[in-house]
């Protein structure tokens, strides 16, 4: 099993940035994918989360109204579009993948495999 987190860069403030997370080796109807996000010396934070089999999406505060969450079912690749983006979005960003049962969607913990995670920069 593997997750592959890519598409981090450098972006201006107000850039765009499409992140990718490819999944193998999962049966992912099982599965929701999500993306959380580590800022120096911060905790990690939820960005976002999807349920591959009721194509549900979930987002935190950071993200609503700015990302959006699209998937390729054929590609096993879920992307997160990040739309008008802020220095205060830099961080290394993870994509994750596990069972969380309802009300843990936003837990780290409720994941139990990760990706090797993506720089993003915003500079101001």
């Known amino acids: 099993v593997q997750l592959q987190a890519s598409g981090g860069g450098l972006v201006q403030s107000e850039g765009s940035l499409r992140l990718s997370c490819k999944v193998s080796g999962l049966k992912l109807d099982n599965y929701a994918i999500a993306w959380f996000r580590q800022a120096p010396g911060k905790e990690r934070e939820f960005v976002a989360a999807f349920r591959w089999m009721s194509k549900y999406s979930y987002f935190g505060e950071a993200a609503k109204d700015r990302f959006t969450i699209s998937r390729d079912a054929a590609k096993e690749m879920l992307h997160l579009q990040m739309n008008n983006l802020k220095p205060e979005d830099t961080a290394v960003y993870y994509c994750?993948?596990?069972?969380?049962?309802?009300?843990?969607?936003?837990?780290?913990?409720?994941?139990?495999?990760w990706g090797q995670g993506t720089q993003v920069t915003v500079s101001s």
């Open positions: 994750a993948s596990g069972r969380p049962p309802l009300g843990s969607i936003r837990t780290a913990s409720a994941f139990n495999l």
